[in-house]
């Protein structure tokens, strides 16, 4: 089996080639006026000092428990700037003392008993492919260990119902076994977070994923029919329907709980047949404001394009997509029913009423994998492994997203762009352009998802970056927009950001919903709120 990388995003064996190292190096050295640039080496597991663990395993649940260093190491962090960032610099001041892999429910219900018994916090991991803390296991000192709980053995599809167009799926089925096996019966799930190659069912419930659809079916939500969790309480399982009006949604509940109640073991969940028909094309702007009024009209127009993404100009030009003189909206339809072309015709009308200028070009099946709309695919395939590459040489290349309604829409950008841009000169001494692109779209709103790149060193990377996650946090919620459209919450968006943004009356009722799933407070505490009765440092506060 390939071995995931401890320190970085996908397995061991995937690094940049020599030639790309040397262009980042010189790009940096260009950006930053500097005469060297240093990187770190890669760290080695044997390089690595950890604390011994500090609680030891049942002796009946023995065999579903691993303290190997290599695991953990690898269920840390997730896969965040300062993750990546710690990971390199060898700082794993409170890896889990224990991995457990349950082989099911009924070990998840054991391993959860003696942990509420023991004290014992239980972080739930999925693939560890969170960027906001959502994984991590410092806990602070109110628990007497801390163990990461890892769902890989859970990951079947356990019942196809092909009249209903439905699958009953374990939680921790990884995104591409999960359409491997859908596509067998010629079924998907359409839904392809940027994470979906290291990322499980239950992670996207549990967090609230968004997909690559950009209208319509965009987050997970709008394909859960029923769900299975197991808390120290017992078993939350709601019945499987197409929808139902009797009072709030149980499912709800559990969908964006990121694991502070319990396990999503199973979920029923709404499929698609595989699409058949394709049309797309990229459409170009010379004014802003005119692409923005044009995906405005697409999304209010009820034609509910699969991708419908706006680039701007350097956003365009950084992602290998234009030469940095327009902006881009990157549009395509898709269905396994009927020909999408009208749908797409339609699309450009309204475009070239904002005058927009496109060509259209041949529609083949992988049309939508060429041109500058391919060239951005790639490109944002590609990003988490040069980002890496970055953090190496203590370089903060970063992302923020949020949502927005439409009446706001147009100044919120320009101000956010602006307001991040000083708050990164302040910080760091050197100007930083942030970019923006436009990820989904609502007839009512919606999510510009922001790249930013920040001067730092080795030394400094991870107090610079808190210094701007902080302020990025505090500049989203400010202007009216949410602290995350679907990067979800974990610890790292609670400073500043949730915890100003979510009611007050409603933080204590999740809090009593918490004590009654989760009384003794061990399951993912710090994420989303703080357990009753015990206090959790945030890392994102310390010194």
Partial sequence: MRVRKFWGWGYADELLSDEEEKKIDKRIASTFSLDEVDRIKIPEVDEIEIQKPKIKCPKNLMSLFSNEKIERLNHSYGKSFPDSARSLLGEFDSPPDLVCFPKSEGDITDILDWASSNDVAVIPYGGGSSVCGGVETNVGDDYKGVVSLDMKNLNSIIDIDKDSRTALIQG??????????????????????????????????????????????????????????????????????PGSGAGPSPDRLAIGSEGIMGIITEASMRLQDRPTFRSSTTVEFEKYNDALNALKEISQSGLFPSNCRLLDSNEALFNGAGDGTKHLLILAFESADHDKSYSLDRALELADMNNGMYERSPQTPEAHRSGSSGNWRNSFIRAPYLRESFTRRGII??????????????????????????????????????????????????????????????????????????????????????????????????????????????????????????????????????????KIENWMLSV
């Avoid at 319509?216 to 078993?235: A, Q, R």
Wanted: hydrophobic share 30%; aromatic share 10%.
């Fill in 172 to 241: 921790g089925i990884l995104g591409p076994e999960l359409e491997s096996q859908l596509k067998k019966h010629d079924l998907t799930m359409r839904h392809y977070p940027q994470s979906f190659e290291f990322s499980t069912l239950g992670g996207w419930i549990a967090t609230r994923s968004g997909g690559h659809y950009a209208t319509l079916y965009t987050h997970i939500d709008d394909f859960v029919e029923s769900l299975k969790m197991i808390t120290p309480s017992g078993t939350y399982e709601t019945r499987r329907l």
């Fill in 397 to 534: 290349q970063d992302t923020f997203e949020t949502s927005i309604t439409w009446d706001k829409a147009s100044n919120f950008i320009n101000e956010v762009k602006e307001l991040t841009s000083k708050e990164i000169l302040k910080i760091t001494g050197k100007p930083s352009l942030v970019t923006c692109r436009i990820t989904h779209s609502y007839p009512d709103g919606l999510a510009p998802y922001f790249t930013f790149g920040a001067f730092a060193t080795p030394k400094t990377m991870i107090d610079v970056w808190k210094d701007i996650k902080l302020a990025t946090n505090e500049i989203c919620v400010s202007k009216q927009g949410t602290v995350t459209h679907h990067h979800a919450v974990g610890r790292d968006h609670r400073p500043y950001g949730y915890d100003k943004q979510s009611p007050e009356l409603f933080r204590e009722v999740l809090k009593s919903t918490k004590a009654t799933l989760d009384p003794k407070g061990i399951m993912n505490p710090g994420v989303l709120i703080d357990p009753k009765g015990k």
